[in-house]
């Protein structure tokens, strides 16, 4: 099993571009989440999926939209990045409300 | 709001000592707690949870403590080693949520 995957690595924007970033998760999870994390901070809440078709907004949606579309996979979109977007996004998964949420190797993202 | 802290920021230890981290909540309705491990450039990692039903639990070198009088939460790491330095994040369960509160990390650096 890969847990959780994420794609891309690393990635360097202009303010105003867009971009996806896509999580995958191989263990059957319903619930799937975005975090950001930036310098001295925890993790905060972006948007959250409790199963295949839906989504919620978590603590900071503002900015992001995410989809759902396949059980396994959680997209993570950015219509017009800003500089205040740079920073390191996990996905995370979890098979209920609560556990364990299984962590991707988060998306460093740098918005110029 | 009711947020997840921590007392300290840094903690700095030697071999083969123990390690205590600290950590407050506020809210009193959070039923369930994790404390992550997250190394540079990875993803938090799951060390271990608790539920508000109990007080104590232990794991492979670690224990968790919850004392609901005054809202603390603790992870005590036996025989500290240098794999054992990195952040560490305590974290609720958001009452009637789907996702888990984090707080701002404890850096704990051991020393040989």
């Known amino acids: 099993n890969a847990g959780v995957t994420q794609t891309p690595k690393f990635r360097v924007l202009k303010t105003g571009q867009s971009m996806t970033l896509l999580c995958a998760q191989d263990m059957n999870h319903e619930y799937m989440y975005w975090y950001r994390q930036d310098p001295g901070m925890g993790l905060r809440l972006i948007h959250y999926s409790v199963g295949e078709g839906t989504t919620a907004k978590g603590e900071v949606p503002d900015g992001y939209n995410v989809s759902r579309l396949k059980k396994q996979n959680f997209l993570l979109g950015l219509e017009s990045a800003a500089p205040s977007q740079t920073s390191v996004y996990f996905c995370?998964?979890?098979?209920?409300?609560?556990?364990?949420?299984?962590f991707g190797p988060g998306t460093r993202l740098t918005v110029l | 709001g009711e947020s997840v802290g921590l007392h300290l920021p840094t903690l700095s230890v030697q071999e083969g000592d123990n390690s205590i981290i600290n950590c407050a909540y506020s809210?009193?309705?959070?039923?369930?707690f994790i404390w992550y491990k997250q190394e540079s450039g990875k993803g938090p990692q799951f060390i271990i949870d608790?539920?508000?039903?109990?007080d104590k639990r232990q794991g492979q070198r670690v224990t968790v403590l919850l004392n609901k009088t005054v809202k603390h939460l603790s992870l005590q790491i036996a025989a500290t080693q240098p794999g054992d330095s990195a952040v560490y994040f305590c974290?609720?369960?958001?009452?009637?949520?789907?996702?888990?509160?984090f707080g701002k990390g404890t850096s704990l650096l051991v020393t040989p």
């Open positions: 608790i539920r508000s039903n109990m």
């Open positions: 974290a609720e369960n958001i009452p009637g949520g789907y996702a888990l509160n």
């Open positions: 809210n009193s309705a959070s039923d369930y």
């Open positions: 995370a998964s979890s098979s209920g409300q609560m556990g364990e949420q299984f």
